[in-house]
């Protein structure tokens, strides 16, 4: 048993990554797959507080723009500012998304894993957005196995 004291979330250092931010976006991830969908998820997340989450609908909604980022994001619905937020996801954004969140100006992004698919991080950076990559074993291990059952699905999704 360990004695580690866990901060309430509206305590959480500007800096922290909030592990059950993350997690919404794993779990998110995980619903996907279960659904027959791509499992890749997203969560939008102030001072550590989850305000939404969300998975990628390409497949449930027939809808390409649905990224796991972009669903978190209209979940989230209406945001007077996005400068308080952190956006959580599995994988590393892509174009569609990294513009999103710059256009939104969402100051920091977490990620479960970048080496299944590079991303934008250069551009994000580039424009200020502060990146942490988690490295998740889960997540690398989720996408693998997608990209080796589902090759054309996955393709499709990264325009390739
Ligand atoms: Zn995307």
Redesign the pocket.
Known sequence: MTSETRLPAATLPPKATSESAFEAAYAAARKSSSEGGIPIGAALARNGVVIASGHNERVQNGDPIA?G?MSALRAAGRQRSYRDTTLYTTLA??A??TGTIIQFKIPRVVVGEARTFPGEFELLRSRGVEVIVLDDQRCVDMMREFQDTSPDLWAEDIAE
Do not use: D, F, G, L
């Open positions: 990224h980022e954004p892509c569609m998304c």
